[in-house]
């Protein structure tokens, strides 16, 4: 793979970014293995809730479907090496 300097730096930046985000939210990646490792399988609901500062509230779900299984696995197989 031949990266050029911006694409090296925009990755450096993603992951001190992660790693912020790591560091200021220490369960939310917790949670992601564990509903990913326990909890995506067809049928399941997504739920995801927004509540703004303000009050305002944003929510939708999704019902893992065959073809969302596909794009699921096709996740997890990159983090095996």
């Not at 793979?1 to 917790?30: T, V, W, Y």
């Not at 995506?40 to 073809?67: A, H, Q």
């Not at 794009?71 to 990159?78: A, H, Q, S, V």
Request: with cysteine; glycine share 4%; proline share 6%.
């Amino acid at each position: 793979m031949n990266m050029n300097f911006n694409q090296l730096a925009m990755l450096q930046q993603m992951k001190s970014g992660m790693d912020r985000f790591r560091a200021n939210h220490p369960k939310f990646p917790m949670f992601l293995k564990a509903v990913s490792q326990e909890a995506l399988r067809e049928g399941t609901l997504i739920e995801i809730n927004v509540t703004t500062p303000e009050g305002k509230n944003y929510c939708t779900n999704v019902r893992l479907k065959p073809d969302d299984m596909e794009l699921i696995d096709l996740f997890k197989g990159m983090n095996t090496p």
